[in-house]
T-cell receptor
Framework: DAKTTQPPSMDCAEGRAANLPCNHSTISGNEYVYWYRQIHSQGPQYIIHGLKNNETNEMASLIITEDRKSSTLILPHATLRDTAVYYCIVRVPHNYGQNFVFGPGTRLSVLP | DSGVTQTPKHLITATGQRVTLRCSPRSGDLSVYWYQQSLDQGLQFLIQYYNGEERAKGNILERFSAQQFPDLHSELNLSSLELGDSALYFC????????????????FGSGTQLSVL
């Protein structure tokens, strides 16, 4: 089962910042938080990931609370092409590998 | 383009049949993951291979099997197909092997749409 909970849907005006929340209250100390997005039925696309520090790249910023129980993905200037399902994932060690467990995600609609 | 190649893009078959889905990972990636995405279940992790060896197993049915070959491509075999197996099947690859992989990232292919009639 997914270790994250997200709102099922959100709207954002084009050009404004989109702030997508995620709760992961049962996260363990060595488990990373990842964000992916999926546009229509394309393969999910990596956005950003982090452990405990805030992270920023060319696509987005990731803010992780100090207790690591929640995080927020920030798209600074949303465009229509950012309309997608956004998945917050906790990467969990599993057997001798990793398990990226996808939940239902947040459907973000960027409105003109 | 993620660099992960999946073939075929579409597959239509009948119940009871067997199919093979193929995945070529990005150059240099040793790890391959398989996911199933159906309308009512979302993205479900099936199995992970690293350098030819099975590393993690998720909700993969006994009718399904996978392997990773010496050239690192992977195949997912689905047998005794049922209507409920109709779904998008994604393959993803990454470089990192295991539990201490700090910067592991999954790169997904464009998927194989399987329709079982």
């Amino acid at each position: 089962d997914a270790k994250t909970t997200q709102p099922p849907s959100m709207d954002c005006a084009e050009g404004r910042a989109a702030n997508l929340p995620c709760n992961h209250s049962t996260i363990s100390g060595n488990e990373y938080v990842y964000w992916y997005r999926q546009i229509h039925s394309q393969g999910p696309q990596y956005i950003i990931h982090g452990l405990k520090n805030n992270e920023t790249n060319e696509m987005a910023s990731l803010i992780i609370t100090e207790d690591r129980k929640s995080s927020t993905l920030i798209l600074p200037h949303a465009t229509l092409r950012d309309t997608a399902v956004y998945y917050c994932i906790v990467r969990v060690p599993h057997n001798y590998g990793q398990n990226f467990v996808f939940g239902p995600g947040t459907r973000l609609s960027v409105l003109p | 383009d993620s660099g992960v190649t999946q073939t075929p893009k579409h597959l239509i078959t009948a119940t009871g049949q067997r199919v093979t889905l193929r995945c070529s990972p990005r150059s240099g990636d040793l790890s391959v993951y398989w996911y199933q995405q159906s309308l009512d279940q979302g993205l479900q992790f099936l199995i992970q291979y690293y350098n030819g060896e099975e590393r993690a197993k998720g909700n993969i049915l006994e009718r399904f099997s996978a392997q990773q070959f010496p050239d690192l491509h992977s195949e997912l075999n689905l047998s005794s197909l049922e209507l409920g197996d109709s779904a998008l099947y994604f393959c993803a690859s990454s470089t990192s092997p295991g539990a201490d992989a700090t910067n592991e990232k999954l790169f997904f292919g464009s998927g194989t749409q399987l329709s079982v009639l």
